[in-house]
């Protein structure tokens, strides 16, 4: 901001200006004051708003680098180790067992659970298994810890049958007791929901059955871990549905790709991105 320039001093060798330049100097001094104490207000504010920019743009320069370092770890953390967490979490109770004999079917289910204090509550999506071909995706409706009985609404079948074997929880089928995740090398599998799938190639092509009922928002996942795709593709077989509206089996030709699908009821199969 400007400031007004003093007037010219006064000079003790000039008595004859003396007294005229030094009541123009003195009477110029009252403004000149609160001028230069705006200069400085303002000087300080300038100063704590660059303090304050910086400190932000150090934080934000934290964050990204923060946001780096997660991406980082999650990109470099192994599967293997991913699953075994998901073993750890599933140590609290919320799974169980049942010999309870149900249909593989829609419709509200019931089942006494051999285990106690499960954490269930209305609302959660378990699996309820009997082996990895043959089992549902199912909603809470009720967990009655006196009695040990589940009542669940099957939302996604896979397979079909009668079975008084089941193992219940949040689990995705694929990850086995020690953390391990399931590959696919068979031709003719089924692709079933909720589901990641490690994709080897390398004895030849093959195709995976996607599920024929999944609901809105379903998902599964696809992983060329073998390198191979790109010779030896993996087809998709629609199974009545669509793959991004179009009336067309699937084919994953990219090594090392790894895709994410979402079913949409107008659409079919889309990728998630």
Same mark, same amino acid.
């Given at each position: ?21 030094? %009541?123009?100097?003195?009477?110029? +001094? ?29 934080? &934000?320069? /934290? ?20 699953? &075994? ?16 004999? *149900? ?14 204090? $499960? ?6 999506? +378990? ?12 909603? *809470? ?21 009668? %079975? ?31 589901? $990641? ?5 390398? /004895?030849?092509?093959?195709? +995976? ?28 077989? $629609? ?20 895709? $994410? ?6 659409? /079919? ?5």
């Amino acid at each position: 901001m400007p400031v007004t320039l003093l007037p010219t001093p006064p000079d003790p060798n000039n008595p004859g200006t003396f007294a005229t330049l030094a %009541y123009a100097f003195t009477v110029a +001094l009252v403004a000149f004051g609160p001028e230069i104490n705006a200069l400085e207000a303002n000087v300080n504010a300038k100063e704590a708003s660059a303090v304050a920019s910086a400190a932000t743009a150090t934080t &934000q320069a /934290g964050i990204a680098t923060s946001q780096a370092n997660l991406a980082t770890l999650v990109a470099n953390t192994s599967l293997n180790t991913y699953y &075994q967490l998901a073993d750890m979490i599933n140590a609290i109770p919320a799974s169980g067992s049942s010999t309870s004999s *149900v249909a593989i079917s829609l419709g509200q289910k019931t089942f006494v659970i051999a285990q106690s204090g $499960r954490n269930w509550v209305p609302g959660m999506l +378990l699996l309820v298994r009997y082996d990895n071909s043959n089992y549902m995706w199912a909603n *809470v409706i009720s967990y009655t810890s006196g009695t040990n009985t589940l009542v669940v609404d099957p939302v996604t079948l896979v397979g079909s049958g009668t %079975y008084a074997s089941w193992s219940i929880s949040w689990r995705t089928p694929n990850i086995t007791s020690t953390g391990q995740q399931a590959t696919v090398a068979n031709n003719g599998n089924s692709a079933g929901p909720y589901q $990641r799938y490690h994709l080897d190639s390398s /004895g030849g092509a093959f195709s +995976l059955l996607m599920n024929s009922a999944p609901v809105a928002d379903a998902w599964v996942e696809f992983v060329d871990v073998g390198g191979q795709l790109a010779a030896n593709p993996v087809t998709l077989q $629609r199974n009545g549905k669509l793959f991004f509206g179009l009336a067309e089996d699937l084919i994953l030709d990219v090594s090392y790709m790894a895709i $994410r699908l979402v079913f949409d009821p107008n659409k /079919g199969w889309v990728q998630q991105a």
